[in-house]
């Protein structure tokens, strides 16, 4: 009984210096989406006070699609932005924008002088929809396939890199399929 009281501890700060270790092999722009192949969750955004249309759950269907998470104050958002629109206007994939917690009158101003890819942008002035979305910051790119669903979910600004090594090649299988 009594090697049990000096075996047990050890053993304990054991499985937790293993648990520690492990933990040290993860990539912490990986965060898991408890959405990934689920619908995506119902809203309706309004617009953008005189941009063209708000967006809605309704409009994430029918077409393979991106849906970016961006704020006017998001400074790695300004450095995604060329990617962003690349990804519009070359590889012709509608993205469409969740303007993050922002004053309207400075997101069109970002979108200004920075230029608009977005097919529509919905304002998420307090932040609601974007938490159903389980966004945890910005920017945040979420893949929607033609149903609806969310595929594939990027924290962080997107990179060359990830659009072409995962984004690019998700979107062809979708549209195939």
């Known amino acids: 009984m009594r090697r049990l ?78 990617i962003v629109s690349r990804i519009a206007e070359i590889e012709k994939i509608p993205v469409r924008a969740i303007n993050y917690k922002d004053k309207p009158a400075d997101a069109l101003g970002w979108l200004l002088q920075h230029g608009d890819p977005y097919t529509s942008i919905g304002a998420d002035g ?10 945890y910051g910005v920017p945040e790119t979420f893949l929607i396939d033609r149903q609806g669903r969310i595929r594939y979910k990027h924290v962080g600004p997107l990179t060359p890199e990830v659009v072409e090594q995962t984004i690019l090649p998700m979107v062809k299988e979708l549209r195939k399929g």
């Open 126 to 135: 307090d932040g609601r929809v974007a938490i159903d979305w389980g966004v």
């Open 5 to 82: 009281m000096y075996i047990l501890p050890l053993l304990l700060f054991l499985g937790v210096g293993v648990a520690f270790l492990l933990g040290f092999n993860r990539d912490p722009r990986e965060i898991p989406s408890a959405l990934i192949d689920k619908p995506v969750p119902e809203f309706a955004l309004p617009a953008l006070p005189g941009h063209k249309q708000g967006l809605s759950s309704a409009d994430l269907k029918g077409d393979v699609q991106l849906v970016n998470v961006f704020a006017s104050w998001c400074i790695p958002c300004r450095a995604e932005h060329p």
